[in-house]
């Protein structure tokens, strides 16, 4: 399967041996600070923020440390997208810096940003892209990087899980009857423990917490990875006009692993649901049958 990752170049501009007290200054105003922009690299030829780039107004978490991974050079220090690629300090006074030595410096960054290790919990209501951009746990891993102008890759991947949804009118419908439908993940976990320095969840501090999740209708809902008993109640579609209709899981079609999105083409019928559903990693993927009741 392939890899759908969001990918940060870190334009890592600084010469061997700065410090923010060296007076350095380029054609260019450059005082040796490190500058960071951002692009997605992915395997779609259609496909747009959040999944190209890190949407505007979003800010993320960055870490700098020696090359040794002994001694944080800098913590967490937060930045601001600008939505057509930049990252920006939230605070002038933040800036980055290689150490004096010239020495490789370790980078890792999270997304959202957040002050300490705590609880990260999806929103229960996705519909706004506001709510869903806090949802979408990304995580850049450690990695190497030389004093160099050229420009530094950060890779995201996203954490968490996605499901999205197309619905279909059937039997006894038309798609006007479709109009103004909500369609919630039932019962999910929403609750995880994040260590944003080494991108590991855990089960979260105070134990399980469920909510039904409301999707947004394009970007999907992101919901903590877990798996969904065959027979259970997974995605509900509730009518504008009145009405609930359930999907039940079955065969493993509730299973949702981390970094996959799924995306669960619906037919409402007066009777039930009839569910396919692709299975993808932000980007394509498999399909699988499915049927559902009405209630």
């Not at 009118?169 to 009857?177: E, I, R, Y």
């Amino acid at each position: 399967m392939k890899k759908n990752v969001l990918t940060v170049v870190a334009a890592v501009l600084v010469l061997a041996g700065c410090s923010k007290n060296d007076k350095i200054v380029s054609n260019d105003n450059w005082h040796g600070e490190i500058r960071l922009s951002n692009e997605v690299s992915v395997h779609a030829t259609k496909a747009a923020t959040p999944d190209t780039q890190i949407a505007k107004d979003q800010c993320i978490g960055v870490y700098v440390e020696g090359n040794a991974q002994t001694t944080y050079l800098y913590e967490n220090i937060q930045m601001v997208a600008d939505g057509n690629g930049g990252l920006l300090l939230s605070n002038a006074n933040d800036k980055m810096f290689y150490p004096q030595t010239g020495d490789s410096v370790n980078i890792s960054a999270y997304h959202p940003y957040c002050y300490e290790n705590q609880n990260f919990i999806v929103k229960a209501d996705q519909s706004k892209d506001a709510d869903y951009y806090a949802s979408d746990l990304l995580y850049s891993k450690s990695c190497l990087f030389a004093c160099s102008k050229d420009a530094h890759t950060l890779t995201f991947v996203h954490v968490l899980s996605n499901v999205s949804y197309t619905l279909t009118a059937g039997n006894g419908l038309t798609q006007q009857d479709l109009e103004g439908a909500k369609v919630y993940v039932v019962n999910a976990e929403i609750a995880t423990f994040f260590q944003r320095v080494t991108g590991i969840l855990v089960p979260p501090i105070l134990g399980s917490v469920k909510s039904d999740v409301l999707i947004n209708a394009a970007h999907g809902a992101v919901v903590i990875p877990q798996n969904y008993n065959d027979g259970s109640n997974f995605l509900k579609v509730c009518l504008a006009k009145g009405g609930e209709l359930y999907y039940k899981a079955h065969g493993g079609s509730g299973n949702l692993p981390p970094q996959v999105k799924k995306t669960y083409n619906i037919t409402v019928n007066l009777t039930g649901l009839t569910v396919q559903s692709a299975i993808t990693d932000w980007t394509t993927g498999g399909t699988v049958d499915g049927t559902a009741e009405i209630f």
